[in-house]
C-alpha cells in the first residue's frame, strides 16, 4: 500500500517538474522572440 503511495507521489512530481520545465522553455523562447522581432523590426521614424 505505501510502495503504491509512494509510486504515484513520484509520479506526479516527475510530471510537475516536466511542465515547469516546459512551462520554462516557452517563457524563454517568448523573449528570444521578440528580441529577435526587436531587431528585425524595420526602422519607420525617419531621422
Known amino acids: ?3 503504491a503511495c509512494l ?7 516527475s510530471w510537475a517538474i516536466n511542465y515547469c520545465t516546459s512551462a520554462a522553455l516557452m517563457v524563454c523562447t ?3 522572440t ?7 523590426a524595420p ?5
Open 1 to 3: 500500500m505505501e510502495l
Open 7 to 13: 509510486e504515484r507521489r513520484r509520479h506526479l512530481a
Open 43 to 47: 526602422n519607420l521614424v525617419p531621422r
Open 30 to 32: 517568448v523573449i528570444v
Open 34 to 40: 521578440l528580441f529577435i522581432e526587436e531587431f528585425r
